[in-house]
């Protein structure tokens, strides 16, 4: 019997979680979103098993009415939403989802799944998310751990302006990235550290690149690891000079003052084009002790842009969507508990990747 679910959001990451749940005919879909020419485009496109509601999404009362008689609710809507989505679904006891890289959002949402009749999974994605289920499976190799190094870009394939950067995903989620403090492990204790701070540089098939703190990506693996690892951190990957450029909009120019984010936002999304042409660079390192060796292991990965289901799908809309869609995927297959808050690092990675989305990730 199909899955009957509610996706809340039909913007970048929500029109291609669409794409990918809707021709599998297990899950028959309610769409919402208050942005009517959005569902016009969803409903243009003929999705099967799929059904669009107009609907504003800051309504509480909404929120909650909808997602009633719903076995599972998806959200794909902006990270200050979560805290009452998540909510809603409680009261419903739909197993909930979202992509969220916010922090305190994760924490309410971690609050909430405490006593819930139904499973809470947060930050399905790529960082968080997916990043979390690679570095704890190396992580798991190994008999201790000195160091986790986590890195994870969305880039341009084809960079052409000064932040040699587009716009691939939420806006608001990548200020927030840019602006929120940082999670890491230094030296055994837990920190709050800078974002746009710590930069280092590398190189990967001959391309250089720069990496620097930004928040969320760690997801609950600092909890999950405490104790365990030395040194546990997560930078986001741009290409060089990214990174000084938006340091002075944030921190010179004061945009990331909370009052004055609109006008980043305003900016960012005036000045900077989407792209469908984009690669997403996934990179872990751990180093620890195996049979008495202090030894290194490494996974890295890019993943392109390809066409699903005869659309384009840019490589970051590919990696999000199909990350929540294979945590969906092994929830209802009963793979990962199915009450209360489910860590990504709780999925084993042999699933995921063997899984029909997990799947896009070693293509």
Not at 46 to 62: G, R, W
Not at 165 to 183: A, M, V
Not at 215 to 232: D, F, I, P, Y
Not at 248 to 258: A, F, H, P, S, T
Request: one cysteine or more; a negative charge.
């Amino acid at each position: 019997m199909a899955t009957k679910l509610i996706l809340l959001g039909a913007g970048k990451i929500g029109d291609a979680i669409l794409n990918l749940l809707s021709h599998t005919h297990d899950y028959v879909i309610t769409v919402a979103d208050k942005d009517a020419n959005r569902l016009d485009y969803v409903n243009r496109e003929n999705f099967p098993n799929v059904t669009t509601v107009c609907a504003d999404l800051n309504d509480p009362t909404i929120v909650e009415n909808l997602i009633q008689g719903h076995q599972v609710t998806l959200s794909a809507c902006p990270y200050f939403l979560t805290p009452m989505i998540a909510k809603a679904a409680k009261m419903a006891q739909s197993h909930y989802f979202d992509l969220t890289e916010d922090v305190e959002s994760t924490r309410i949402v971690k609050q909430l799944a405490a006593n819930a009749d139904s499973a809470f999974v947060p930050q399905c994605g790529l960082a968080p998310g997916f990043i979390s289920i690679v570095a704890n499976h190396v992580a798991q190799k190994f008999d201790s751990l000195r160091d986790v190094s986590m890195r994870v870009g969305a880039l341009p394939t084809f960079p052409n302006n000064a932040l040699k950067y587009n716009l691939t995903w939420s806006t608001d989620g990548l200020i927030n990235e840019y602006c929120n403090p940082c999670e890491a492990i230094v030296d055994g204790q837990f920190r709050e550290t800078s974002a746009l701070e710590e930069i280092e540089h590398f190189s990967l098939d001959g391309i250089d690149y720069e990496a620097f703190n930004t928040s969320g990506g760690l997801g609950t693996l600092c909890e999950s690891l405490a104790g365990k690892v030395e040194n546990l951190n997560y930078k986001t990957v741009r290409y060089p000079g990214h990174r000084d450029i938006v340091k002075m909009l944030i921190r010179d120019l004061e945009l990331g003052k909370i009052e004055r984010r609109p006008i980043l936002k305003d900016v960012l999304e005036t000045s900077i084009p989407m792209t469908k042409q984009d690669v997403v660079l996934v990179f872990v390192s751990v180093v620890g002790m195996r049979a008495g060796r202090l030894e290194q292991e490494s996974y890295a990965k890019k993943i392109y842009a390809q066409e699903v289901n005869g659309r384009l799908l840019s490589a970051i809309q590919l990696t999000t969507a199909s990350g929540i869609c294979a945590m969906l995927d092994l929830l209802i297959a009963k793979k990962l508990p199915q009450r209360g808050f489910v860590r990504q690092e709780q999925a084993s990675f042999t699933d995921f990747m063997s899984n029909r989305f997990g799947q896009y990730y070693a293509n």
